[in-house]
């Protein structure tokens, strides 16, 4: 029999992936930040609408700057800072109560609807279920608490712990130090497309909750799900 025979009648057999035994979670698949802007419309009007939008970019683009340049800034304080700023840069000015009932309401968050049927799914398939986020801890346990889902989930992972923000590496590393687990095992659950690519370059397996519908980051690489909803985590997890 010749080679090129042999070849045609071998079949590749490629391994298949470890299953997944935990899930790390963004904050935003869980967490609902849409009444954010909605408490700056209330306070403020139209204008209060603009800066909760102005405010979000300038929160994610000193996180970036921050930890591109070596500096960190727990959450709270970046949340101030950034408001500040951006009331400052609109020519708008706020008192001490309006800045700190919107910064205190990323501690006042509901959950998405379809959470607590697809959390206790997980939690019945016995895999492990934990934050991993920019927020602080302090912040992530007040909405586990208010919504009553502290107990599907292990001690949250804040960026705190290693003072550097996603999406740097050493951030994603503490799920895998946490779980004590290889990251062939561990998914993770994405709210911001950014958020999905740095976790896979990382080498997780991502679902990108895609809850606003908003286009994929123009790279080639691209998390393993997309949904709009916690499907594509029962999927990533295999429960689906």
Known sequence: MGATSLLARTKIVQAAPSPIRAIAFDGFPIFDPRSVPMLARDML???GELLAAQWSNKIFSYSWLLTAA?????FRTLA????SYTAHAMDLTLDDNTRQRLINQYESLDIWPDVKPALERLRTANIRLAFLS???ATT??????????????????????VKRFKPAPEAYKMAVDA?????EQIGFA??????????TWF????AWVNRLGLPAEPFDIRPEITSRGMEGVLTLAGLT
């Open 134 to 136: 920019n927020l602080g």
């Open 190 to 199: 994405a709210f911001g497309g950014w958020d999905a690519i740095g976790a």
């Open 80 to 83: 101030d800072t950034t408001l």
């Open 45 to 47: 009007g139209e204008r």
């Open 140 to 161: 992530l346990m007040a909405n586990m608490n208010r919504n009553g889902i502290a107990s599907y989930f292990e001690a949250p992972i804040s960026t705190d712990r």
């Open 179 to 183: 779980f004590g687990l290889p990251r």
């Open 70 to 74: 070596g500096h960190y800034q727990d």
């Open 203 to 206: 080498g997780y397996r991502t």
